[in-house]
């Protein structure tokens, strides 16, 4: 069903961004939700899995248009449209890696494609949880407050406002809502 020509199109460059990225910022930056989707959709074209497509896209469909919208709107008004895309138009950062995150934009698009090409399979709804549950307290442990990978650490300015197991149980419980079920209801209807 995927062709091996995109397989591999898609395959190299995603090696090649983990790989800088593991060695710019460390193996903590690749606990961020976007990262973990990029590295499953591999597999997921690789073994033609409905099952790791769906997982993907129901774990990063809604913050990568938020990332997109973010960054298209910067582009286009020159207003910011919320954080999450400010490091992007950092001078201070290097361009390489600010280039190299610019996967965020086809990695919703090739998400959303693997699963209309190979089904959606509504196991991802409860994989992507189970995968949130998992990873949310581990980027708590293995990454710095300064990176706030994954929103663990919380809002800088407020950091001391919420205990921090309070703050996780709180992100363990809005991230499945707020991102992965809308993208499960998206997804299951469209392609289910």
């Known amino acids: 069903m995927i062709p091996l020509w995109l397989k591999l199109v898609w395959t190299l460059p995603t090696l090649a961004i983990l790989i ?9 930056n690749l606990l961020w939700f976007s990262d973990i ?12 899995s409905p099952l790791l497509a769906a997982t993907a896209a129901v774990l990063v469909l809604v913050p990568e248009i938020a990332w997109n919208t973010g960054f298209f709107g910067r582009l286009l008004t020159g207003r910011r449209l919320g954080g999450i895309v400010d490091y992007m138009f950092d001078p201070d950062r290097p361009r390489l890696l600010r280039a190299l995150s610019l996967f965020h934009v ?8 693997l699963v209309w090409q190979l089904g959606y399979d509504a196991r991802a709804l409860p994989l992507a ?4 549950w998992l990873v949310i307290p581990a980027t708590r442990l293995l990454t710095r407050p300064e990176r ?5 650490f919380g809002p800088v300015r407020h950091r001391e406002l919420v205990h921090p197991v309070l703050f996780i149980g709180f992100l363990m419980l809005a991230i499945p809502l707020l991102f992965h079920l809308p993208a499960h209801l998206i997804l299951e209807r469209l392609f289910g």
């Open 129 to 132: 949880i189970v995968l949130t």
């Open 20 to 28: 800088v990225y593991w060695r710019s910022y460390g193996p903590g």
């Open 37 to 48: 989707a990029l590295l499953l959709s591999i597999p997921a074209m690789w073994l033609e």
């Open 106 to 113: 086809p990695l919703p698009l090739i998400l959303v494609w």
């Open 148 to 152: 706030n990978v994954n929103w663990a």
